[in-house]
């Protein structure tokens, strides 16, 4: 695929980037090489490959899911600045 500079520019705008006009031809050639290698890429026969999240395939460790309260809310809000009434308190931001 062949950009030229009006497309480039178009891109550019789109993508809120400011190229300058000198280097527009430049960035025409650099993105028509990206893009002659994307269309490379769409040649590969990927029938029957599954898609993969890295390379070594791992099963992650997993923990029970459950819902707890944890227990310890007297902990908790010890780190807290300021709290009342078993809550943290904030300031008030709107009026």
């Known amino acids: 695929m ?3 500079s009006k497309t480039v520019a178009h891109i550019a705008m789109l993508a809120r980037i400011k190229v300058p ?3 527009l031809a430049a960035l025409a050639k650099e993105l028509s090489g990206i893009m ?3 269309e490379q890429l769409n040649e590969v026969d990927t029938t029957g490959v599954e898609p993969m999240t ?3 395939h791992r099963n992650l460790p997993q923990r029970e899911d459950k819902i707890t309260d944890g227990g310890y809310p007297d902990k908790i ?3 807290a600045p ?3 009434h078993g ?3 904030v ?3 709107v009026e």
């Open 54 to 56: 890295g390379v070594l």
């Open 21 to 23: 006009e000198a280097e």
């Open 82 to 84: 300021d709290a009342a």
């Open 87 to 89: 809550f943290f308190t």
């Open 36 to 38: 002659t290698w994307i």
């Open 91 to 93: 300031p008030k931001v």
């Open 77 to 79: 809000l010890m780190n």
């Open 2 to 4: 062949s950009l030229d």
